[in-house]
């Protein structure tokens, strides 16, 4: 399975980005898939996440209300709408993928088994 992150840039405070994820090498309809970002300095962090079915969503507390997780089975894609973003959005953000994890891993980076190669989000007037 190969993932292909984009839709990263340079925004101002405030703005809004849309980063789109898309898988190849088979179907991941069935596959959990998440958003993750590491800051310069920092380790990767958890950001969202979207079980296989769509049915259940997880945000990390410093995005929710902000940001939206989205997937379109059809195209095999995984979608992180990011609204209100602010400097402390600035990272690079990575989309991975994974078959189907109990609920308690969701949001640990150790549970996926797939990485895109990120796309870098710089937050700054």
């Known amino acids: 399975v190969q993932l292909q992150a984009s839709g990263g840039g340079l925004v101002q405070p405030g703005g809004s980005l849309r980063l789109s994820c898309v898988a190849s090498?088979?179907?991941?309809?069935?596959?959990?898939m998440g958003w993750f970002r590491q800051a310069p300095g920092k380790e990767r962090e958890f950001v969202a996440c979207?079980?296989?079915?769509?049915?259940?969503?997880i945000y990390a507390n410093s995005v929710k209300g902000r940001f939206t997780i989205s997937r379109d089975n059809a195209k095999n894609a995984a979608y992180l709408q990011m609204n209100s973003l602010n400097p402390d959005d600035t990272a690079i953000y990575y989309c991975?993928?994974?078959?189907?994890?109990?609920?308690?891993?969701?949001?640990?980076?150790?549970?996926?088994?797939?990485w895109g190669q990120g796309t870098l989000v710089t937050v700054s007037s």
């Open positions: 991975a993928t994974t078959p189907r994890v109990a609920y308690s891993g969701l949001a640990q980076p150790s549970s996926y088994r797939y």
């Open positions: 090498g088979r179907t991941f309809r069935d596959w959990d």
């Open positions: 979207m079980r296989y079915s769509g049915g259940t969503t």
